[in-house]
C-alpha cells in the first residue's frame, strides 16, 4: 500500500510546546508539522522571526501556514514584512489561518466594564482587557518580556494587511475569548478544496453564504479551532 504524503503546515510564533498544539483538524494523520519560533527557550524546529524567514524557509514550502496569538507580539513596522512571509512560504493554493486579539471585541467590553475587569479566566490567571491589549501583566511581570504586545488588530486592518501582501481573500469571524480569526486564501486557493477540513467545526461559519446579499458574510456568534 503507497503511504499517504501529509501536508505540511508551518506553526509559526509557536511558543512552548506545552499546550501549544494545533487544533484538532490539523490532523496528525494527515498534517505535518513544522514548529518555527524566535525564541530558542521554545525548541521549535526552526528559529527565526516572523518578520524575516527567508534564510531558514523557501518560497511554496507548506501547504498551510498557522499562527497563534504571536502576530500581536510583532512591532507595527514588522507586520507588513511577517504577512508578506506568511504568503512566501505557503504555495499558491495553499492557506494561512491566523488568530489574535479583538480589538473590537476588546473596546466593547472596556465600553461596558473597564479596562481591569476580569474578562475570563485562563491558566495564567484572571484576564483583563489590559492584558490582552499590552500582554499579559503577570507573565511580563516575572520577566517574560516577550509576551508584550507591540500592535493589534481588527477585522478590517488584518483584511488590509493580509490583501496587500498577496493574499486572495480573507474571511473573519469573533472567537469566544475576544480572540479574532482570519482565514488567509492563496492565489490559487479554493473553498472547495480547503472548507471540508473545518466541517463540523465553529470555524465552518468562515464559509458561510447568506442568502441576502445585503447580509453579513458571517453569522454573529463564537469561533473556536479546537472544536
Not at 524546529?45 to 524557509?57: F, G, K, W, Y
Not at 504571536?70 to 512571509?85: C, D, K, M, N, Q
Not at 479583538?102 to 485562563?122: C, K, N, T, W
Request: net charge negative.
Amino acid at each position: 500500500m503507497t503511504e499517504v504524503q501529509k501536508k505540511r503546515v508551518l506553526n509559526a510564533g509557536c511558543g512552548s510546546s506545552v499546550g501549544g498544539n494545533l487544533p484538532a483538524f490539523f490532523s496528525a494523520e494527515t498534517w505535518e508539522e513544522v514548529r518555527l519560533d524566535v525564541d530558542p527557550a521554545t525548541r521549535p524546529d526552526i528559529i527565526a522571526s516572523l518578520a524575516d524567514m527567508r534564510r531558514v524557509v523557501p518560497d511554496a514550502s507548506f501547504d498551510a501556514l498557522y499562527s497563534s496569538h504571536a502576530v500581536e507580539h510583532l512591532y507595527a513596522h514588522e507586520v507588513i514584512p511577517a504577512f508578506r512571509e506568511f504568503r512566501r512560504v505557503i504555495k499558491p493554493d495553499g492557506f494561512a489561518l491566523i488568530t489574535c486579539p479583538d480589538l473590537m471585541a476588546i473596546s466593547r467590553f472596556i465600553l461596558q466594564h473597564g479596562a481591569e475587569d476580569v474578562a475570563y479566566p485562563s491558566p495564567a490567571g484572571p484576564i483583563r482587557p489590559i492584558d490582552m491589549l499590552f500582554g499579559h501583566g503577570r507573565s511580563i511581570g516575572a520577566g517574560k518580556l516577550a509576551m508584550a504586545h507591540h500592535t493589534g488588530f481588527t477585522a478590517a486592518r488584518l483584511a488590509r494587511v493580509a490583501m496587500e501582501s498577496g493574499f486572495r481573500e480573507v474571511r473573519a469571524s469573533e472567537g469566544r475569548f475576544f480572540d479574532l480569526w482570519t482565514l488567509l486564501l492563496g492565489p490559487e486557493a479554493t473553498e472547495a478544496a480547503i472548507a471540508p477540513m473545518f466541517n463540523g467545526t465553529d470555524l465552518a461559519r468562515l464559509f458561510f453564504r447568506p442568502a441576502d446579499p445585503a447580509a453579513p458574510a458571517h453569522p454573529p456568534g463564537p469561533a473556536d479551532a479546537s472544536a
